[in-house]
């Protein structure tokens, strides 16, 4: 699956993939339906981090989180 295709112009706002991947990483799911080209494009947007073990939803992606809710 490419990224890409599943992102939209605007920056500010969550594609539905980006959106449910976000979610998952929030609720630490075991099952992430994305691979991790996911994962570096919401950390290249400030949405997620690594400590190198784990991913964790940033201030930033929590925000967005709740700006959709």
């Given at each position: 699956m490419d990224v890409q295709h599943l992102q939209i112009a605007h920056p500010s706002v969550l594609s539905d993939p980006e959106w449910i991947a976000l979610e998952s990483i929030e609720e630490e799911t075991r099952h992430f339906i994305f691979d991790e080209t996911m994962l570096f494009a919401l950390q290249d947007?400030?949405?997620?981090?690594?400590?190198?073990?784990?991913?964790?939803?940033?201030?930033?992606g929590q925000r967005r989180l709740t700006e959709r809710d």
């Open positions: 947007r400030g949405l997620v981090e690594t400590d190198g073990a784990q991913w964790r939803v940033t201030a930033n």
